[in-house]
T-cell receptor, first 116, second 111 residues
Framework: AQSVTQLGSHVSVSEGALVLLRCNYS??????LFWYVQYPNQGLQLLLK??????LVKGINGFEAEFKKSETSFHLTKPSAHMSDAAEYFC??????????????FGAGTRLAVHP | DGGITQSPKYLFRKEGQNVTLSCEQN?????MYWYRQDPGQGLRLIYY???????QKGDIAEGYSVSREKKESFPLTVTSAQKNPTAFYLC??????????FGSGTQLSVL
């Protein structure tokens, strides 16, 4: 069965510093992997997704993630944090129900704080 | 603009009461989902629907019910059997390439 583990429920960085949010997955089949961002009291927005094409995936707002099969990881990075990046970030893996239906399995989330 | 609309934004439930959360989409998507979000636990799937007049239980369906009479609408009822309903509820639909489109959520609290 597929699962997702996000290391670190809270991450704090200085404005301008590197952002690194960690995600490890388990999947018995080649996975589809996603990063979503959630701002307070809002739904989730897709940042980027990996669907078995290039292993380095570029997303919106300067974020990118690298799929590393050998490490079963899909860490999210941004070279320089901005105050507006403060939010909660969720890693997710696409899973197949019996009957061929898909669902996303989400990690527990990482709350990113950016301080001046 | 196309999107997912959830209402109300805040909802309060009295003990023993059923309440219904609305989710409407105008994206012409077939698949719709309800997730429950609790602090520190991420999102857990309650129910999903792949097509009109069809829906399936997710991982935590007990105490909830849904209907899918129209493609645009996927309401969620939180019944009195759900003993711990306080949470943030998110509805979404699935577009091409597995991308999910989320509503802005409903915060349900118990009086």
């Amino acid at each position: 069965a597929q699962s997702v583990t996000q290391l670190g429920s809270h991450v704090s960085v200085s404005e301008g510093a590197l952002v690194l949010l960690r995600c490890n997955y388990s999947s018995s089949v080649p996975p589809y992997l996603f990063w979503y961002v959630q701002y307070p009291n809002q739904g989730l927005q897709l940042l980027l997704k990996y669907t078995s094409a290039a292993t380095l995936v570029k997303g919106i707002n300067g974020f990118e993630a690298e799929f590393k099969k050998s490490e079963t990881s899909f860490h999210l990075t941004k070279p320089s944090a901005h105050m507006s990046d403060a939010a909660e970030y969720f890693c997710a893996v696409s899973s197949m129900f019996s009957g061929g239906y898909n669902k996303l399995i989400f990690g527990a989330g990482t709350r990113l704080a950016v301080h001046p | 603009d196309g999107g997912i609309t959830q209402s109300p934004k805040y909802l309060f439930r009295k003990e023993g009461q059923n309440v219904t959360l609305s989710c409407e989409q105008n994206l012409n998507h077939d698949a719709m989902y309800w997730y429950r979000q609790d602090p520190g636990q991420g999102l857990r799937l309650i129910y999903y629907s792949q097509i009109v007049n069809d829906f399936q239980k997710g991982d935590i369906a007990e105490g909830y019910s849904v209907s899918r009479e129209k493609k645009e609408s996927f309401p969620l009822t939180v019944t009195s059997a759900q003993k711990n309903p306080t949470a943030f509820y998110l509805c979404c639909s699935r577009g091409n390439n597995e991308k999910l489109f989320f509503g802005s959520g409903t915060q349900l609290s118990v009086l």
